[in-house]
């Protein structure tokens, strides 16, 4: 139960110290994830497609201005656009505990619960690095702490093969709908299904998208442009036709 901070404050562990304690030594001073383990499987950028991000000469400045920031935040050492295409990420998504509701509550609580994602790519083992996260929190509790974990969610992620002749056809016909050459990137968007075609059937796929960057996706105003709309329509029109050939 819930303690009062009066009476228990010092000598009663508090578990959302504990917990915050924990999550916040799960980076390194430098961005990295400091999960034993964690970065076996991470391929290197190879020169062609950093030559290409390169060239396209991405605004950091702008990109985290349009959202009230202006620092990366991620590893040191990649630029912003290799941090979000090419790089594994551990992000807190919530965290919660005690007392949480109008006016002063002076409690020690008893529980605090956090959500905690992964993006994982290239060949990283979501069944390798689950594990190690938990035996990571295990470790580095106190006494009197205990912890639980509920989520058995994990996927691996899924490298798809941008020299086949598809990508190049498909990436030829949205050139003719768009003014600018389409771009093979990658995205953290979480389509597991994408890799049990590739593991289960031994099928790749083509993964376009025509969404911008000020859509906001996951806020509450999430948008979607009706010009990418329409002329994502036309695109997919010319990649059918361009496959079919």
Known sequence: MDLHSGLYGGPAINPIRVLTKILGSLHDDEGRVTIPGFYEGVPQLTNSVKAKWDALEFNTDKFLGDVGLTTPAG??????????????????????????????????????HAKVSFRLV???DPEAISPAFRKFIRDNLPPDCTVEFHSEDRANATDLPVDARE???????????????????????????VGHFQQI??????LIGFGQANDLIHSPNEKYDLRSFEKGTRSWIRVLHALQA
């Open 75 to 112: 590893e040191k050492f990649y630029p912003a656009l290799e941090q979000m295409w090419s790089r594994p990420t551990c992000d807190i998504n919530g965290i919660n505990g005690g007392y949480t509701g109008d006016g002063f509550k002076t409690v020690l609580p008893a529980m605090a």
């Open 122 to 124: 290239g060949q990283q």
């Open 167 to 193: 990508f190049a056809l498909a990436q030829k016909a949205l050139g003719e709908e768009w003014p600018n050459e389409a771009m093979f990137i990658g995205m953290g968007g979480s389509i597991p299904i």
């Open 201 to 206: 059937l031994g099928m790749d796929s083509v």
